[in-house]
């Protein structure tokens, strides 16, 4: 996942984070989050936790990034839209810690959320723009976003048994790579927009949503997951050859 949308945010002049940003991302945090307790009862039939706490504390680490770098006077639809995808996106944590929910009812109620979760992917930017509020915060927000949906996805895909834990790295590449820029400065450089990446991106996550689906061949679950890898690896290597000959 190294691919972004730019939205969100854009100010030509700094302004000072008010209330009302803050107070709509704690508003729509804390509807989320009940959200996400509400929706993890119906599905495991019982209260799990464990997804209500990552989101708590995902909202916790967002709401602070908004309070240090926030430039516009309102938080905007596209990024509620965003911070419900997180809540979306934590669920999978219920097949990671009860990996018999991925089938039967459970598993067809988790599959739906994935998807929705994949689909709101496509919104949240055109409609950053239509409230031109579009720029770098939103773009990076969205993008971890992404990130944490496909690591979620890969570690779900491993526990319910279809592929072994090797398909962790469909879903944490790109973590690799930002741990990668810790002791190789220059790999953390910006990248110039490549269509490339936002494919390879979609086709990512796709992967890992159709690899959860109770109906899905076990047969061609490893292939599948294998030749994305590949194709993932592929676009990283580009992007990493760029960086080293711009340094």
């Not at 596209?78 to 669920?91: D, E, G, K, M």
Request: proline share 7%.
């Amino acid at each position: 996942m190294h691919s972004s949308t730019t939205r969100v945010n854009t100010s030509s002049n700094r302004q000072p984070a008010g209330r009302p940003p803050i107070l709509t991302a704690l508003v729509a945090a804390a509807a989320f989050a009940a959200g996400v307790l509400i929706v993890s009862r119906l599905i495991a039939t019982d209260w799990m936790l464990t997804p209500f706490l990552a989101f708590a504390a995902a909202a916790a680490v967002t709401i602070g990034f908004l309070h240090q770098s926030w430039t516009a006077p309102r938080f905007g639809p596209a990024n509620v839209l965003t911070l419900l995808r997180l809540a979306l996106a934590t669920l999978l944590l219920l097949p990671i810690v009860q990996p018999g929910l991925a089938t039967g009812e459970p598993g067809w109620a988790i599959l739906t959320l994935a998807v929705v979760t994949l689909a709101l992917d496509g919104i949240d930017g055109p409609l950053a723009r239509a409230n031109g509020l579009a720029g770098t915060w939103g773009a990076r927000f969205d993008m971890e976003v992404d990130s944490v949906f496909a690591l979620l996805l890969s570690i779900a895909v491993w526990r319910i048994g279809v592929v072994g834990p090797w398909v962790i790295l469909l879903g944490g590449l790109r973590y690799l790579f930002v741990l990668a820029a810790l002791a190789l400065p220059w790999l953390d450089a910006p990248l110039p927009a490549r269509f490339r990446r936002k494919v390879v991106c979609v086709m990512q996550i796709a992967t890992l949503v159709a690899l959860i689906a109770p109906v899905t061949p076990p047969a061609w679950s490893g292939p599948a997951a294998f030749v994305m890898l590949a194709l993932l690896t592929w676009s990283f290597a580009i992007d990493v050859i760029w960086l080293a000959r711009q340094r």
